[in-house]
């Protein structure tokens, strides 16, 4: 996206949502508060680290109350944490999170902006997290945000002078925020050749803290607030029917994978500021000395004599009424020489203008895929519904060659339709997330596009400019080109609209295991978004691996055709690690790509071309036990493993269980992740678990939190969790018990099983438990204890419980031959006594 199109995204698209969801047009008491907006020129940048941090009850604030311009950087993604909803991890998470953020401002009234942070998992330390961050490349990016966006304020979410009391990423990003804003300020600091921002000196900083850092609310009672200033996020406002904390509950609420469904509190509720930089205030007020308003401005006078009259007189009932004094003021605004606010609130008045004359536009094709070369066919819509002069000029299309010229005059409720068909051009740019177009190192994403960095999601596909006459004044719009249907149940529905490859390679799992020297067969799927494409299917293997195929050539006749071909993978003799890419070879060009869609209800669908790769996996694996019951919790990737490992895997919902007899039948249970967290009938039917262990069973409890518990029974035997974590994946193991079964049998497992661990060891391991149970390992972090709570067994009856923070649902779907071993182990594990 062009920098000069930017705040046109942000302010313009009435519309659309995310590019993908119809958004009707403003009422009239929201027209009036844009409107009220238009009066103000403070800004407020929020900072913090994580999808989540940021505090939307203040974010609301600013923007509806204060009607500031209010933005939200979140250095990360959140591509490091858990996902409550599903079973998607790393960057499939950070792209949910990233659409759950862009829905949270559309409700509080932000805007959204990240940097290229790559979320790489808990951190102890900001020390810690710059390592992997590339700091330089961090920090240009928050200067780059506080050159485009120039606020006034910048309030970070957590405290620079913490280090080590909190996650790592939280202290950094506010040791970030204020080293950006000396850079932003410095002519001598350059950003990447891509902006032409001129330096930006923010006014002030404030630190947004509450009781939570100082451990209570007592201590928070008693601390010295004299740097303080103290706000009411709790207002209320008759024109909405809300106060700033119910909007601000509904947009944390968008944070579904992270469980964070939020209910408000009404009537007062204190937020506190503390000044870290800047100058000191003698009042209540964080702008204070700060102009906010047009007369600061050099022709700003007039700007500001007719906004007041236009609020004056604005009538609830007839907003088209304010149309012609909208535009005077159009014209008033373009004589300003401030750039930065008159190239804002120009475009936000053109949003106004829309408003209060009722326009509706509508770009749609009734595909939600297209591949290059394909012919796309789109139903344009015009109507505007208030009775206003309103004339459409023109319309065009960039990227498609399309520029019509109209001049026609819209009449009052009328809807104008035309069609328009083009071939998409043949170099045209696959959809998906622009930070995924390169594969990233830990810490950061790899933007080749410069111009790209910042900003919160891709370009639409295509997009529509209108050009239209209002009252002699010219004034455009872009609305992006979308798909739409009609659902039996929901009706009307508007999708993204994509461009994909013409053939999506899908494979059945991410890795295959062998452990024996014995080949396996795979199925690949390919699908073909094309009709009548024919080519080759071509895999690169090293050459210690062999493979067999049937059906190399293939010919597709129809779009949306599936052909699928059987591949036989011969392993070495010894264990070995490979990697197969598979690709789909077409006229001379491949087509390397597996087409995935994250689709969730709360959320536009989402599109992600992933490399078509198979990871293989040559193990000395020994198994023992066939059957097993995987008990869901949040969403994992854990049953998928053990499938490749040759279990058969039952998925078991608790809520569906009606006896617990039905669980004797099973060699092992798992319980997923954070299932004490997330299934209120555990509160009831753990004891169904442990008489299956008393009976003989071997019950496997991975990792939950140590909040949020539905109950404290999570075993047989006192066993309590803590915060204890080791984030060092490549933190020294010690075996405590070298002869225990579960180090021995089937497989003898050795400290090289702990090698090659992602992002960490394990998280919220018990601190206390009952003497009944054996710890199996011992680690801990740099500098730090070590803990022994990592892998508790423990034997009840004739059976076994085992408790585990091994981030097991981290290992196993990246492949690591340790945690593969240990997890068979473990399954195999029974009571000598048995």
């Given amino acids: ?46 900072i913090a680290a994580h999808p989540d941090d940021e505090n939307t009850a203040l974010i609301s604030y600013f923007a509806n109350h204060r009607k500031m311009q209010t933005a939200y950087l979140s250095l990360t993604r959140g591509d490091g944490g858990q996902n409550l909803i599903g079973p998607e991890l790393r960057e499939k998470l950070g792209l949910i999170r990233t659409q759950e953020l862009i829905a949270a401002r559309s409700i509080d009234g932000g805007q959204q902006f990240f940097s290229r942070a790559n979320d790489f998992g808990y951190s102890k330390t900001p020390e810690e997290t710059f390592s992997f961050w590339n700091k330089p490349e961090i920090l240009h990016d928050v200067v780059l945000a506080i050159r485009r966006f120039k606020p006034d304020i910048i309030i970070n979410r957590f405290d620079h002078r913490t280090s080590g009391t909190t996650h790592g990423h939280h202290t950094a990003s506010a040791i970030l925020s204020l080293e ?75 944070h579904k994978s992270q469980g964070f469904g939020n209910t408000p509190i009404r009537g007062q509720q204190p937020e506190y500021l503390e000044l870290v930089y800047g100058k000191p205030l003698q009042s209540n007020d964080i702008f ?36 012609e004094a909208l535009i005077d003021l159009r014209k008033k605004i373009k004589t300003v020489k401030n750039k930065h606010w008159k190239d804002i609130k120009l475009k936000a008045l053109d949003n106004i203008i829309a408003a209060c004359a009722g326009l509706y536009l509508e770009n749609v094709t009734q595909k939600a895929l297209a591949t290059p070369q394909d012919k796309l066919n789109l139903r344009l819509e015009v109507t505007q519904r208030s009775g206003s002069p309103l004339t459409l000029e023109k319309f065009w299309i960039k990227g498609l060659g399309v520029n019509q010229t109209l001049n026609h005059q819209l009449s009052t409720n009328q809807p104008f339709h035309t069609t328009v068909s083009a071939i998409i051009p043949a170099k045209t740019a696959y959809s998906n997330p622009y930070w995924l177009n390169k594969k990233p190192s830990l810490g950061l994403y790899k933007v080749p596009n410069d111009s790209l960095i910042g900003l919160p999601e891709s370009n639409a596909a295509f997009e529509v400019t209108y050009q239209f006459k209002i009252k002699q004044e010219t004034i455009q719009y872009k609305v992006p080109v979308l798909y739409k249907y009609n659902d039996p149940i929901a009706g009307e529905v508007f999708e993204s609209f994509y461009i994909v490859p013409p053939i999506s390679i899908g494979l059945p799992n991410k890795q295959l295991i062998f452990a024996e020297n014995t080949p396996k067969d795979i199925q690949v799927e390919l699908k073909a978004f094309r009709k009548d494409i024919a080519g080759e299917l071509t895999l690169d293997l090293p050459e210690n691996w062999k493979y067999t195929s ?27 690690q490979a990697q197969l890419k598979i690709s789909f070879k077409h006229q001379n060009k491949n087509y390397p790509y597996t087409v995935s869609f994250i689709d969730y209800p709360h959320i536009p669908k989402q599109v992600l071309l992933e490399p078509a790769e198979l990871k293989l996996n040559r193990l000395d694996l020994k198994t023992k036990a066939e059957k097993i019951a995987y008990i869901v919790g949040a969403g994992d990737a854990v049953p998928e493993a053990l499938k490749v490992m040759n279990y058969k895997v039952d998925l078991l919902h608790l809520d569906q269980l009606t006896s617990a007899q039905k669980l004797e039948q099973y060699d092992a249970i798992l319980l997923g992740i954070r299932a004490f967290n997330v299934l209120p009938e555990l509160k009831f039917k753990n004891y169904w678990l442990f008489d299956y262990v008393k009976n003989g069973g071997n019950l496997i409890v991975q990792y939950n939190t140590s909040r949020g518990l539905v109950t404290e029974e999570l075993a047989p035997y006192p066993l309590q969790l803590s915060r204890d974590r080791v984030t060092d994946e490549n933190a020294k193991v010690t075996f405590i018990d070298k002869n225990h079964p579960v180090l021995n049998t089937p497989n003898v497992l050795e400290k090289s099983d702990f090698d090659n661990w992602v992002q960490e060891r394990g998280l919220y391991f018990p601190n206390t438990w009952s003497d009944r149970f054996t710890p199996i390992l011992s680690m801990g972090d740099p500098n730090e204890s070590q ?16 408790y585990t923070g091994l981030s097991l649902f981290r290992e196993l779907p990246a ?3 340790g945690a593969y071993r240990l997890l068979a182990n473990l399954i195999a594990l029974e009571n000598e006594e048995n």
């Fill in 1 to 46: 996206m062009k920098q000069s199109s930017l705040c046109l995204y942000i302010f313009l698209l009435l519309l659309s949502k995310s590019f993908a969801q119809y958004q009707s047009a403003l009422n009239s008491a929201e027209i009036y508060q844009k409107i009220q907006q238009l009066n103000v020129l403070g800004s407020v940048l929020y």
């Fill in 180 to 254: 950006a804003v000396e850079k932003a300020a410095d002519p001598h600091y350059k950003l990447k050749s891509s902006f032409n921002f001129p330096t930006w000196q923010v006014k002030r900083v404030f630190f947004n803290t509450s009781w939570w850092f100082y451990g209570s609310q007592e201590k928070f009672d008693a601390a010295d607030k004299s740097n303080m200033i103290k706000l009411d996020k709790g207002l209320y406002s008759p024109i909405t029917g809300k106060s700033n904390t119910e909007i601000a509950s509904q947009s944390r609420s968008q």
């Fill in 288 to 323: 204070e000395g700060i102009n906010t308003h047009w007369l600061s401005l050099e022709n700003g006078k007039s700007v500001q004599n007719q906004l007041n009259k236009i609020i004056r007189n604005y009538d609830f009932t007839a907003p088209e009424n304010s149309i």
């Fill in 550 to 576: 049937e059906n190399k050539i293939l010919h597709f006749k129809e779009k949306g055709e599936i052909k699928t071909v059987k591949l036989r993978i011969f392993p070495p003799k010894h264990s070995a």
């Fill in 787 to 802: 803990t022994q709570g990592a892998l508790l067994v423990a034997p009840y009856g004739k059976g076994y419980y085992i």
């Fill in 815 to 817: 492949g690591v031959p």
